[in-house]
Each structure stands twice: as C-alpha cells, then as structure tokens.
C-alpha cells in the first residue's frame, strides 16, 4: 500500500553547491583551490559543483562525507532533491494525464 504525498515545494531546493559556497566554504575558511586540493580533484570539478552547474555523484558524496566529517547520503539526499524537484517541473504536464493504479 502507498500513502501519496500530494504536498508540492514552491520552490527549488537547495542545491548541494550552495550549502558548500555559503555554509561550509566560509565556516571552515576554505577558497576553491584548498577544497579541492584536500578532496583531491581539479579546481574546476569544485567550481562547476559550487556554482550549481554540477551535480554531487556518489564518488563526490564519499570524498566530502570524509572531508567534513558527515554522511554521504547527507550529500546525495541534497542531490536528490534537487533532481526531483528539477524532472517534476520538466514532467509537470505530462504528469498530470498519467491516471494511477488503484491499490492492489
């Protein structure tokens, strides 16, 4: 049996990058280039991630999990939010003429 869920966000949640660049960056006095330095990937990985242009993978998740001292599902948890919000936008109309199973 499902239980659905009819309450819908306003707005886009935020973005993996964002929490990183407003939350994290500052609070540990980190710049680009250190980041990615102690994650051990380019510079560009980390800026194309902080101006929301990247999304968090499962290889990024784990290296940020190890390096802030948190989950990786905190980071993909993020990400998947964000990727549902962003496809149920892109889908909204279509959504609409899918007619639902009634329970088995």
């Known amino acids: 049996m499902t239980i659905p869920n009819?309450?819908?966000?306003?707005?886009r949640p935020?973005?993996?990058?964002?929490m990183l660049r407003e939350d994290f960056l500052p609070d540990?006095?980190?710049?680009?280039?250190?980041l990615a330095k102690r994650l051990g990937v380019s510079r560009q990985s980390v800026?194309?991630?902080?101006?929301?242009r990247r999304a968090?993978?499962?290889?990024m998740?784990?290296?940020?999990?190890?390096l802030f001292g948190n989950s990786p599902e905190f980071w993909l948890n993020g990400q998947r939010a964000v990727d549902l919000w962003d496809?149920?936008?892109a889908l909204k109309d279509r959504l609409k003429d899918i007619e639902?199973?009634?329970?088995a």
């Open 6 to 11: 009819k309450r819908q966000l306003k707005r």
């Open 56 to 59: 968090i993978s499962t290889e």
């Open 100 to 103: 639902p199973l009634p329970a």
């Open 61 to 66: 998740a784990l290296r940020l999990s190890a």
């Open 87 to 89: 496809a149920s936008q």
């Open 28 to 34: 540990y006095g980190l710049t680009v280039s250190t």
């Open 14 to 18: 935020t973005h993996p990058g964002a």
């Open 47 to 52: 800026n194309e991630l902080l101006l929301e």
